[in-house]
Antibody
């Protein structure tokens, strides 16, 4: 059974750096074709894809936020970490991590999400 | 960026009736080398993460009821619910994973 869970601060101040951890089970991020992505959703708004890391450590970022984002993996801990620098109130959103397979190219398994509020 | 535009933004359908949601991409998401459309559909209910319904534009995810179907190719896609059930009330998103940045539609709210 594949599960993912996001963890991190619920409140950050403007200009601070956000660090979110996705802890997963039921799969290995060293298996060929597997990836873990981050997607966010501001309250009442649509989904926004942020970043993706593959089993071979290939990384992809949304260009508009690339300078602020870093995605890393720790295969031994079954974790993926997303950092976002220089947080702003517009970054207030629920942040999801999700499992992506080569077969579907899509995200079949998602964490429950964590709401991050950016406010002074 | 590939812009995904869904229509309508919201729709009301009676129980047992057909619901149709459209999605148009600003560029083709059909990869010619494998003839696959890099297009997925998700369902999201309040307070829940999205749920994958359809991938490769028309392949139903395991466990998804067969009343859900996806069609289309290139730039025009459709999600059809053949006979609406009460539990289908949700927001539906199309998603292209053809090119970075991967993008989602704005969502279509389905109500009874």
């Amino acid at each position: 059974q594949i599960t993912l869970k996001e963890s991190g601060p619920t409140l950050v101040k403007p200009t601070q750096t956000l660090t979110l951890t996705c802890t997963f089970s039921g799969f290995s991020l060293s298996t060929s074709g597997v990836g873990v992505g981050w997607i966010r959703q501001p309250p009442g708004k649509a989904l926004e894809w942020l970043a993706l890391i593959f089993w071979d450590d290939d990384k992809r970022y949304t260009p508009s936020l690339k300078s602020r984002l870093t995605i890393t993996k720790d295969t031994s801990k079954n974790q993926v970490v997303l950092t976002m620098t220089n947080m702003d109130p517009v970054d207030t959103a629920t942040y999801y991590c999700a499992h992506r397979t080569y077969d579907s190219g899509s995200y079949a398994y998602w964490g429950q999400g964590t709401l991050v509020t950016v406010s002074s | 960026d590939i812009v995904m535009t869904q229509s309508p933004d919201s729709l009301a359908v009676s129980l047992g009736e057909r619901a149709t949601i459209n999605c148009k991409s600003s560029q083709s998401v059909l990869y010619s080398s494998n003839n696959k459309n890099y297009l997925a559909w998700y369902q999201q209910k309040p307070g829940q993460p999205p749920k994958l319904l359809i991938y490769w534009a028309s392949t139903r995810e395991s466990g998804v009821p067969d009343r859900f179907s996806g069609s289309g190719s290139g730039t025009d896609f459709t999600l059809t619910i053949s006979s609406l059930q009460a539990e289908d009330v949700a927001v539906y998103y199309c998603h292209q994973y053809y090119s970075i940045p991967y993008t989602f539609g704005q969502g279509a709210r389905l109500e009874l």
